[in-house]
Each structure stands twice: as structure tokens, then as C-alpha cells.
């Protein structure tokens, strides 16, 4: 059975494995700490290390492998396979799908699919998911197929050794490429927002212009870390915010000289104009380098073209 408890005051700034510990004390602290290296424990819904340093009412999430692992129901969802094996599905996914039931989706979400066409996940913490998209990103996305790479695609991650590229259409223009280096946390004020703040966790993503439209871009983006939407956090912060996104760039920017029929369509956008692209790791058994891509959503490609049309 899954739970989620919040850090008290008293708790902040110390470790995880030992805060997890003390707020689940039907557990050993061994037992923790091997949940966490396991997946099995998120903080604020992300995988973490032991070691990492909580904040005041971040969300410790526990899933006890003693209980059954998930208890959704399966649900005929469609969603697009572009490959699998043994050991796990690379899915491109649509906008608009969340990717597990939660607080304000109780179903119709990816996991409610995996459950249907692939039932034997049932037994795997997740559904087998466990990196995330958020609902409107678009784009590639790796579920496990068993116990065994999931453990091990989780340590990747914790290692960063998983390579993770998306496409990301702005408002604004820049030249090259760049890094940002900001920590992320939650927003002080809005606790279903990000935020850049120097007591937040370390983030960093690596831009690059792709293409320039007057001053709208498209943009490559590398991340190095897998914080809460740190894509869309870290382009709204340095002036570079996402089309179509509601929370960070809420009064949806228009550059100047944008005609009145590309503004109507950019002001209408229906998501977020972020897609992630491709995803690539060491295979366990072969130990050949992966790479998996996907091209942008119709929505996404359709944006570029109106853009491309005003130059």
C-alpha cells in the first residue's frame, strides 16, 4: 500500500533514509535505505539517494514491497509501443496523459493502460514506470518489464548515466548553447509550482538553438538532472518560457511583430510545447549503447510550420 507523509520542521535538512525512517518506523533503517536505492521510495515524487537532504513539507512516498505493489485497475488505453524487449517498452507518449492515478486523476492514465495490455506489471512496483513525462510533455518514455532492469535502469538514473534530450519550443531567441546551473524547489508561495532557489535541489540542463523564428526558437535541451519540471523552470527563468505552458509562463508571452493570426494560435496553444525527444543508456545484457527517438506530435510540428511562415 502506498503512503505519503510530509517532512515536519523538526526534520528538515537532514537525511532522507534517516527521515524515512523515523516517519515509517515499522521499517528498519536498512530496509529504507534499500527502498530507496530500489525506487521504492520517492521524494516529491522523484527517485533520490539516501543521502539527500529533505526540505519543510517535501513528500516522502513509501511503497512496501510486503504489499501488493500496485492496486489500479486496468483500463483499455491506447498508446503507441515504438519498441520492446525482454527487459522493457520505449513508449512515445501523447499529450494529455498522465502517467499514474493521483490526487485529481483517479483514472485513464498510462499506468491504468500498462495494466491492461501488459497485466503481468501488475508485480512491479509502478507499473514499471520509472522515470516520468508530465501529463502535456510529449515523447519518449522507458517502463520496466521486470524487477531485475528496473533495479537496474533506477541506478542509472541515480548515477546519471541515462542520456535524455527534448525539444522545447520559446518565446524569445538566443544565440549557441548554454548551461543553467539553478537549484530547484518548490515554490514558497505555490506548492504545486517549481521554483530556482539556493536551498533547492541541484539542477542542471544544458541548452542549444536548434532554430530561430524572428523571436521564437527551438531549442535542444539536455538534462543532467531529473528534477520536477526542470525544463519548464529552468527556460522561464533566464526569459525563455515554454509555449503554450499555463504555470510558467502563465500570461502566455508573444514576442513583438507577431501577427494577430500567430498570436491567436500561440495564445491557444493546447499544452506545454515540450517533447522528449530521445533517451539512450548501456544495455544490461549486451552492453551495447541504446538509443531510442521519437519525431514531435502533429500539435508541436504544426507550431513550428505557422512560426516558420512568419520569418
Not at 120 to 148: F, M, Q, W, Y
Not at 152 to 158: C, I
Not at 204 to 229: C, P
Not at 243 to 264: F, H, M, Q, V
Request: proline residues 4%; glycine residues 4%; charged residues 25%.
Amino acid at each position: 500500500m502506498i503512503n505519503t507523509k510530509k517532512v515536519p520542521a523538526d526534520m528538515s535538512q537532514m537525511r532522507l533514509d534517516k527521515v524515512s525512517a523515523e516517519l515509517f518506523n515499522d521499517y528498519s533503517r536498512t530496509q529504507i535505505k534499500k527502498w530507496i536505492l530500489e525506487g521504492r521510495i520517492l521524494l516529491n515524487g522523484e527517485l533520490a539517494v539516501p543521502k539527500e537532504a529533505v526540505n519543510l513539507n517535501d513528500e516522502i512516498e513509501i511503497n512496501p514491497t510486503s504489499e501488493k505493489k500496485v492496486s489500479w485497475e486496468a483500463e483499455d488505453i491506447a498508446f503507441e509501443v515504438i519498441y520492446e524487449n525482454n527487459n522493457f517498452l520505449i513508449i512515445n507518449k501523447n499529450p494529455n496523459l498522465v502517467m499514474h492515478p493521483g490526487a485529481g486523476c483517479a483514472n485513464g492514465t498510462l499506468a491504468n493502460g500498462l495494466l491492461h495490455w501488459y497485466p503481468e506489471l501488475e508485480n512491479i512496483p509502478r507499473c514499471g514506470i520509472v522515470h516520468r513525462l508530465d501529463k502535456d510533455t510529449s515523447g519518449i518514455l522507458l517502463v520496466a518489464k521486470n524487477e531485475k532492469f528496473r533495479n537496474y535502469f533506477v541506478s542509472l538514473l541515480q548515477d546519471r548515466k541515462v542520456s535524455k534530450k527534448y525539444k522545447a519550443i520559446v518565446v524569445g531567441s538566443t544565440v549557441g548553447s548554454f548551461t543553467i546551473n539553478e537549484p530547484i524547489g518548490r515554490d514558497k508561495n505555490n506548492r504545486v509550482k517549481m521554483s530556482v532557489r539556493t536551498d533547492g535541489k541541484e539542477a542542471e540542463s544544458f541548452i542549444k538553438l536548434e532554430e530561430s523564428f524572428n523571436n521564437y526558437s527551438l531549442l535542444d535541451v539536455s538534462i543532467a538532472t531529473g528534477r520536477t519540471h526542470q525544463i519548464r523552470v529552468h527556460l522561464s527563468s533566464v526569459k525563455l518560457p515554454i509555449i503554450g505552458d499555463r504555470t510558467y509562463n502563465p500570461s502566455g508571452n508573444i514576442a513583438k511583430n507577431t501577427s494577430p493570426e500567430l498570436t491567436d494560435f500561440i495564445r491557444n496553444f493546447p499544452r506545454q510545447a515540450l517533447h522528449s525527444a530521445s533517451l539512450s543508456f548501456f544495455d544490461p545484457d549486451s552492453d551495447d549503447y541504446l538509443y531510442f527517438e521519437a519525431d514531435m506530435h502533429d500539435d508541436m510540428k504544426s507550431l513550428l510550420d505557422k512560426l516558420k511562415k512568419q520569418i
